[in-house]
C-alpha cells in the first residue's frame, strides 16, 4: 500500500531533508505544491486534507494556522517546530523513553521533539526512572551544534561569502543568553524533572553535527553513583535500540588524539551516548546529527511507527 504524504514547509531545511529521505521509499508518495502556491491557503488545504500522513515544517505560527486548515479527521500529522510539544493532546515523538513507542504507534497528533532536547531527555530521563537522579537536581548543560541548527536563515548567513572573507562568524558564539531557549519546556517535561536545567547552547562555525554535554557530581546523586554506574545504567536502559548506542566507558577509541568528533554521527538516525569521570566528578556527552536524530530522521522514524513500517526503514543506524 502506498500512503500520501504532504510536507508543508517543503522548502526549508527540514522539509527539504524529508523530501529527500521520503524519495527513496517505495511505498511513499509525496505530494507537491507548486512554488508560486505555497502560501495559497486554498491549495496548502486542498493537500493537507488530501494526504494521509502531513509533516508540519514551519514556524510555531503557521503551524498552528496549518492545523486549523485540516479537517479531515483521518490525516495523520507531524510537526518539527516548538509548536505542541507539551500539548497533552499531542504525542512526543521520542520512541526511545520507555512505554512511548505504542503512544506514538497510535497517534493522530505528533511532535517531533526539539534537536537540543533529544539528546538531554535521552540522557537525563533513564537516571530518574532509575532513582540514581534526583527530580530538583540542580542541572547545567550546554550544547554544541552546527550552523544548519539555526535553519534556512542561519545557513545563509554562516554561508555568506562576505561573513567567511571576513571571519564575523569565525569563534563559536553562545545564544538564548536570557536563559529562555525554547526547549527548555519539553526538556524539563520529558526528562521527568520539576525544574528546567540551565542550559547554553552554542552555535558554531561547521555544518551539523551535534553533542549535549550534562556534568554531573557524584556526592550530589541520591546513591552517589560513580561514572561507571552511570555508564551502566544507561547502557542497560538502551541495550535493545537500534539507533541508540551507549558507548564502551572511558573508551578512547572513539576519540580523535583525545578530542571529541561532533561530527561522527552526521549522515546517520544514530545518537551515542559517552560517559566519562570517575568516583567524584561524571561528564556524559550524546553526539548526534542536528538534522538526523535531531530532525528530520526523528520525523522519518515517528512516521514509520505511526504507518506501521519497520522503525529503521531509509534510515541509516
Known amino acids: 500500500m502506498k500512503y500520501n504524504v504532504f510536507i508543508d514547509g517543503q522548502e526549508g531545511t527540514t522539509g527539504l531533508k524529508i523530501v529527500e529521505d521520503l524519495s527513496k521509499l517505495a511505498n511513499i508518495e509525496v505530494m507537491r505544491i507548486d512554488a508560486d502556491k505555497r502560501k495559497n491557503t486554498t491549495e496548502r488545504s486542498k493537500l493537507l486534507n488530501q494526504a494521509d500522513l502531513v509533516f508540519l515544517c514551519l ?179 538502551y541495550s535493545s535500540e537500534p539507533f541508540i548506542h551507549v558507548m564502551p566507558f572511558q573508551s578512547e577509541a572513539y576519540h580523535d588524539h583525545g578530542r571529541f568528533d561532533i561530527t561522527a554521527c552526521n549522515h546517520t538516525n544514530r545518537l551515542e551516548i559517552f560517559v566519562f569521570g570517575n568516583n567524584d566528578n561524571i561528564n556524559i556527552i550524546s553526539r548526534y546529527d542536528n538534522l538526523g536524530k535531531g530532525a528530520s530522521g526523528a520525523a522519518i522514524q515517528n512516521m514509520n511507527l505511526m504507518l506501521g513500517f519497520d522503525e529503521c526503514n531509509g534510515l541509516v543506524k
Open 59 to 237: 514556524p510555531d505560527s503557521a503551524a498552528r494556522e496549518s492545523i486549523e486548515l485540516i479537517k479531515n479527521t483521518d490525516t495523520r500529522v507531524i510537526n518539527t517546530s516548538t509548536a505542541f510539544r507539551t500539548d497533552n493532546d499531542w504525542v512526543f515523538g521520542l520512541p526511545e523513553i520507555k512505554g512511548q513507542r505504542e503512544l506514538i504507534r497510535a497517534a493522530s497528533k505528533l511532535s517531533v521533539p526539539g534537536c537540543h532536547a533529544t539528546g538531554f531527555i535521552l540522557t537525563i530521563r533513564p537516571l530518574i526512572d532509575a532513582g540514581l537522579l534526583q527530580k530538583d537536581y540542580p542541572i547545567s548543560c550546554y550544547s554544541l551544534t552546527g550552523y544548519s541548527g539555526a535553519g534556512r536563515s542561519g545557513i545563509e548567513e554562516y554561508e555568506n561569502p562576505v561573513h567567511i572573507a571576513s571571519k564575523l562568524l569565525h569563534a563559536p558564539k553562545h545564544y538564548a543568553l536570557r536563559l529562555d531557549h525554547k526547549h527548555l519546556p519539553e526538556m524539563s517535561m520529558y526528562a521527568g524533572l520539576s525544574h528546567e536545567p540551565l542550559f547554553t547552547p552554542v552555535i558554531a562555525n561547521y555544518r551539523q553535527g551535534m553533542a549535549m554535554t550534562i556534568p554531573l557530581i557524584s556526592r550530589m546523586l541520591p546513591k552517589k553513583s560513580t561514572a561507571q554506574e552511570i555508564h551502566e545504567a544507561l547502557a542497560e536502559y
